[in-house]
């Protein structure tokens, strides 16, 4: 017998509004008995049937939904028709129809809680976050091979979000022998390092993909400072756009040998317009500034800093600084693109930090482009939450 989770009073509206979390205050009980990641009904107060969940008593959210229609069944054939319906969304775009480096499954945004999935070349990497996406590990391995016809899936749970859930981290092959080396993607004529078994999140940043676009569209003629550059995407990009020069920063080594590599990787690119320092950008930006350095387009696309709200005045601190500093090292008429991939951030608090910044660094700018992530991590309209990532370009004088 199913398990029936029964809802708080009035707690069945978020549900019906189709948001697929159920916080731990949300739910009164659980009737029958259930391991984590098992499916259970859910029901409102007075036994209404809402849908389908995976139950996961030991995070915060407690449930969530695979399917808010009480009579769809979680097997095989549901993980197929999910799977196939993400693949297919994409397919539907004409800008990303084709790709062969992209998101298939965005998680929540695409019915799959706990679920992502990246396409580099003819791997699929998986990170499953949640206790249900953990139980269905097989039957979603099988349905990206049949979505694509890729005859490699690789997994990187190894993402600090499952100790929540109660979850170890899981590398390693799913189906296939795992890459031997890093698979080369394309991106807009660029080819470009996916480190599917050690870079990070799953290999790449997909979801700039249309900001370094941007960039590059932006970059002629400019002087570029790239900061926390990770394997050097933005700053190819630029330097295809005609930067005439740009300085990539980043904390990490192996970052910076990818970064390298993909320079090499790209010989059409003036070599000598790039160079690479391996420093904290809060104190390189510091020293730059006593150097008397100037640049027409900075760039700061950091780490999360606040995964959740409640790290929100803490990271709130650290995008100002980075912000302040990044403004005051612009020459007139420069531009600022900025970034913030925190949850915890909302693209409204993010646009203020970067007010207070240019405030205090003194400077006049205005808001040019307001950015988020590429198309393929397409966020579901009663899931705001999957809008991590924000961005704004910034004219100042
Ligand atoms: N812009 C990149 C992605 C950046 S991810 C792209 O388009 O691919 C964030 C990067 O910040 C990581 O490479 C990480 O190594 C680096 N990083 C984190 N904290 C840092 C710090 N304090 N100083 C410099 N780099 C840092």
Redesign the pocket.
């Known amino acids: 017998m199913t398990a029936q989770l029964v809802l708080e009073p009035g707690r069945e509206r978020s549900v019906m509004h189709r948001h697929p979390w159920l916080f731990a205050g949300s739910v009164a009980r659980l009737s029958g008995r259930a391991r984590p990641g098992d499916t259970v009904q859910v029901v409102s107060d007075r036994g209404q049937p809402l849908g389908r969940a995976a139950w996961s008593p030991h995070s915060q959210i407690r449930a969530r939904m695979w399917s808010f229609d009480a009579d769809e069944s979680i097997d095989d054939a549901f993980f197929k028709r999910r799977v196939a319906q993400a693949v297919a969304r994409r397919e539907a775009l004409p800008g990303l129809r084709g790709a062969r480096a992209l998101r298939l499954i965005h998680a929540e945004s695409d019915g799959l809680p706990g679920v992502v999935a990246d396409r580099y070349g003819d791997t699929v990497v998986l990170q499953l976050t949640s206790a249900g996406a953990e139980k269905w590990r097989e039957a979603i391995t099988g349905a990206l091979r049949l979505a694509t016809g890729c005859a490699r899936v690789y997994e990187r749970s190894d993402s600090e979000v499952r100790t929540l859930e109660g979850l170890e981290p899981r590398s390693g092959p799913l189906l296939g022998e795992a890459p031997e080396g890093p698979v080369v993607i394309d991106e807009h004529g660029l080819r470009l390092e996916a480190d599917v078994v050690a870079g ?1 999140k799953t290999g ?2 997909l979801d ?1 993909r249309d ?2 676009w941007l960039a590059r569209s932006l970059a002629a003629g400019r002087r570029v400072l ?9 700053s190819l990009n630029v330097l295809a756009g005609g930067a005439t020069e740009v300085i990539s ?4 080594a192996p ?1 910076l040998e990818a970064a390298r590599r993909n320079l090499a990787l790209n010989p059409e690119l003036t070599a000598g317009r790039a160079s690479w320092r391996g ?6 930006l510091r020293q730059l500034r006593s150097a008397g350095e100037r640049f027409d387009l900075v ?1 700061l ?3 999360k800093f606040a995964p959740s709200s409640a790290m929100a005045s803490r990271a709130a601190r650290a995008y100002k600084d980075i912000n302040l500093l990044g403004l005051r090292l612009l020459n007139p008429g420069g531009l600022l693109m900025t ?1 913030s ?1 925190s949850g915890g951030v909302g693209a409204e608090l993010f646009r203020k930090i970067v007010a207070g910044a240019a405030v205090d660094a003194g400077v006049d700018a205005r808001v040019t482009h307001r950015l988020a992530a590429a198309p393929d991590h397409p966020v579901a309209l009663a899931f705001p939450e999957g809008e991590y990532l924000k961005g704004l370009v910034c004219q100042v004088g």
């Open positions: 990070h790449f940043y700039q900001n370094r790239n900061c926390f550059c990770y394997s050097g995407a933005f920063i980043d904390s990490s970052a420093a904290d950008v809060f104190e390189a760039i696309d950091p780490p970034y991939c």
